[in-house]
């Protein structure tokens, strides 16, 4: 039986909190009853702990190492054991984002925002709902423009070929009403 979170986090100097993320993360395994062995704890934490810049500054803890024979842990009570002395690197693997990562995700994001800004200030962007709403009315211009050109027409095309006008202009306003239709079924992809 060992020590309760609580007990283990005053043999450390550090919080409850600290104890139960260190447990959460896999840096130290408690026991099947849910204590913690301190001495296995202790030597887990060594060797899956990298040294914070407040404790290598400042050493204000001393926290006592495991003997060499107590970090050969049995492999029931070890979930994490790193073979080589060598601190592990501040990645993803516990799910968590490192501040060296936050703080490049943050820069790329400034970067791109400025680039964007100096774009719009050169005159090389435009506003998307701008050019969508003209584009729109654009083509609807050009719509009723071929929708009223039968009428306009007819009477003249009628006069030179010899038909009846009225005949001409119901070809005309159908043919020109099944191009805007085909014209029509044709989707933009606006990205």
């Known amino acids: 039986m060992g020590l309760s979170i609580r007990a283990y986090a005053r043999h450390r100097g550090v919080s409850h909190v600290a104890v139960k993320k260190a447990i959460d993360t896999g840096r130290i395994t408690p026991l099947p009853d849910g204590t913690i062995d301190p001495v296995a704890a202790d030597a887990q934490w060594a060797a899956n702990t990298t040294p914070t810049r407040r404790?290598?500054?400042?050493?204000?803890?001393?926290?006592?190492?495991?003997?060499?024979?107590?970090?050969?842990?049995?492999?029931?009570?070890?979930?994490?054991?790193?073979?080589?002395?060598?601190?592990?690197?501040?990645?993803?693997?516990?799910?968590?984002?490192?501040?060296?990562?936050?703080?490049?995700?943050?820069?790329?994001?400034?970067?791109?925002?400025?680039?964007?800004?100096?774009?719009?200030?050169?005159?090389e962007l435009v506003d998307r709902s701008q050019a969508v709403a003209h584009v729109?009315?654009?083509?609807r211009a050009e719509r009723?423009?071929?929708?009223?050109?039968?009428?306009?027409?007819?009477?003249?095309?009628?006069?030179?070929?010899?038909?009846?006008?009225?005949?001409?202009?119901?070809?005309?306003?159908?043919?020109?009403?099944?191009?805007l239709q085909d014209l029509g079924d044709l989707q933009p992809k606006v990205d």
């Open 136 to 139: 729109f009315k654009l083509a």
């Open 55 to 123: 404790s290598v500054a400042g050493e204000a803890r001393n926290v006592p190492q495991a003997p060499a024979a107590a970090r050969e842990i049995p492999q029931a009570s070890a979930r994490v054991v790193r073979e080589t002395a060598e601190p592990p690197t501040p990645a993803l693997s516990t799910g968590g984002t490192s501040l060296l990562q936050a703080r490049t995700v943050n820069e790329v994001v400034k970067a791109q925002t400025n680039k964007v800004r100096l774009a719009r200030l050169k005159g």
């Open 144 to 179: 009723d423009a071929w929708l009223n050109w039968p009428a306009r027409i007819s009477a003249q095309m009628a006069a030179g070929l010899g038909v009846d006008p009225h005949v001409l202009h119901v070809a005309l306003d159908a043919a020109v009403r099944q191009q």
